[in-house]
């Protein structure tokens, strides 16, 4: 069946410092791709996305690649912030309307001053 | 703001009781779902309505029902509560394959 595994947190950075957050997934055909962010006490907001294979998503200083050949579509910063600190969930969806996300398990990230 | 509301934010009750959980679509949404969050199970999806109709169930427990209204509006109904229904309720309305979610209610069963 389709599923998604991130790494497990908590991942602790300082700011400034480079971020990745490793998620790989299992499915059948061409799924959409998602990255999720949750801050404390709030929703899930779209961090960003890719429907294709090696699309790059990007948004707020965050970028995505979905990889097909490995089945990867990690997430990266250059230089995070202490505002960044949230909990990350990779997802995907298979690519029609009308389907339910899958998540990961979520990655906490925490930036310290 | 994503434009999905829900209603209530917080809701504290006890074992056996039945609430329901409000959930209002982005405006033109026609598809909300419905998901779970606990510290155990992570995000989990319960249910999917499009303009009225179920479209597809999840890992739903029979005691947990939903229903959306002609104005899109969706409830989600739980009965028979136990100390493990205790988790954070999100809807979700979407375009294609894009979600936008609410900022969820947290059930609280003692």
């Known amino acids: 069946g389709n599923s998604v595994t991130q790494m497990e947190g908590p991942v602790t950075l300082s700011e400034e410092a480079f971020l990745t957050i490793n998620c790989t997934y299992t499915?059948?055909?061409?799924?959409?791709l998602f990255w999720y962010v949750q801050y404390p006490g709030e929703g899930l907001q779209l961090l960003l996305k890719a429907t294709k294979a090696d699309d790059k998503g990007s948004n707020k200083g965050f970028e995505a690649t979905y990889r097909k050949e490995t089945t990867s579509f990690h997430l990266e910063k250059g230089s995070v912030q202490v505002s960044d600190s949230a909990v990350y969930f990779c997802?995907?969806?298979?690519?029609?309307?009308?389907?339910?996300?899958?998540f990961g398990k979520g990655t906490t990230l925490s930036v310290s001053s | 703001d994503s434009g999905v509301t829900q209603t209530p934010k917080h809701l504290i009750t006890a074992t056996g009781q039945r609430v329901t959980l409000r959930c209002s679509p982005r405006?033109?949404?026609?598809?909300v779902y419905w998901y779970q969050q606990s510290l155990d199970q992570g995000l989990q999806f319960l249910i999917h309505?499009?303009?009225?109709?179920?479209?597809a169930k999840g890992n739903i427990l029979e005691r947990f029902s939903a229903q959306q209204f002609p104005d899109l509006h969706s409830e989600l109904n739980l009965s028979s509560l136990e100390l493990g229904d205790s988790a954070l309720y999100f809807c979700a309305s979407s375009v294609e394959a894009e979600q936008y979610f609410g900022p969820g209610t947290r059930l609280t069963v003692t």
């Open positions: 997802a995907l969806s298979r690519n029609q309307a009308g389907t339910a996300l899958i």
């Open positions: 499915a059948t055909g061409y799924p959409s």
């Open positions: 309505y499009y303009n009225g109709e179920e479209r």
């Open positions: 405006s033109g949404d026609l598809s």
